[in-house]
T-cell receptor, first 117, second 111 residues
Framework: GAGVSQSPSNKVTEKGKDVELRCDPI?????LYWYRQRLGQGLEFLIY????????KSGLPSDRFSAERTGESVSTLTIQRTQQEDSAVYLC???????????????FGEGSRLTVL | AQRVTQPEKLLSVFKGAPVELKCNYS??????LFWYVQYSRQRLQLLLR??SRESIKGFTADLNKGETSFHLKKPFAQEEDSAMYYC?????????????FGKGTKLSVKP
């Protein structure tokens, strides 16, 4: 596709259930990021994938959160045993790589809005 | 620790007035700084980056290493500039690199 695609766009779940959020990056983009945006808050970094390097998981808030990426394509963010404080918009972004300049520009998806009841 | 601070959560100006959205950063290395913008019902997108030294939609931002600032400026605000603006710092080190965002400033331009 022409841009970063995320699904589902909206997800309502009950506390304690597991959820999976999917991100399709722009073809050819080796870097992929997940961010969380809580209501009224800024962007909170969660995890970063770059090619075949070990992912930077330093932003994951707890061990209930995990993410995978198959090669340089689709990524899935999984939240286990969801809590109400997990309610947020989860944004995915991709870029050409980690180099300076043009390659550093991030292209964002429209986000997945998660509501935990 | 690397940090990006946007002190104003909300900035409201009248059309035609100058606008300055503040951004300060802390980073021990050589930073790469960006401004991203999110218009209503649109995706977050890049507005400008400091290494390009460009003016986009009338906005400019100068990196001041002495003051560790990267303020976004426009001499005459327009209503269509109303949006959420995020300052971001890209750090490099080892095998990792990620973009750290500030909490954002909501700009409201009144007619």
């Amino acid at each position: 596709g022409a841009g970063v695609s995320q699904s589902p766009s909206n997800k309502v779940t009950e506390k304690g259930k597991d959820v999976e959020l999917r991100c399709d990056p722009i073809s050819g983009h080796t870097a992929l990021y997940w961010y969380r945006q809580r209501l009224g808050q800024g962007l909170e970094f969660l995890i970063y994938f770059q090619g075949n390097s070990a992912p930077d998981k330093s932003g994951l808030p707890s061990d209930r959160f995990s993410a995978e990426r198959t090669g340089e394509s689709v990524s899935t963010l999984t939240i286990q045993r969801t809590q109400q404080e997990d309610s947020a918009v989860y944004l995915c972004a991709s870029s050409l790589g980690r180099g300076r300049g043009v390659a550093g520009e991030l292209f964002f998806g429209e986000g997945s809005r998660l509501t935990v009841l | 620790a690397q940090r990006v601070t946007q002190p104003e959560k909300l900035l409201s100006v009248f059309k035609g007035a100058p606008v300055e959205l503040k951004c300060n950063y802390s980073y021990s290395g050589s930073p790469e700084l960006f401004w991203y913008v999110q218009y209503s019902r649109q995706r977050l997108q890049l507005l400008l980056r400091h290494i390009s030294r460009e003016s986009i939609k009338g906005f400019t931002a100068d990196l001041n290493k002495g003051e560790t600032s990267f303020h976004l400026k426009k001499p005459f605000a327009q209503e269509e500039d109303s949006a959420m603006y995020y300052c971001a710092l890209r750090r490099y080190g080892g095998s990792q690199g990620n973009l750290i965002f500030g909490k954002g400033t909501k700009l409201s331009v009144k007619p």
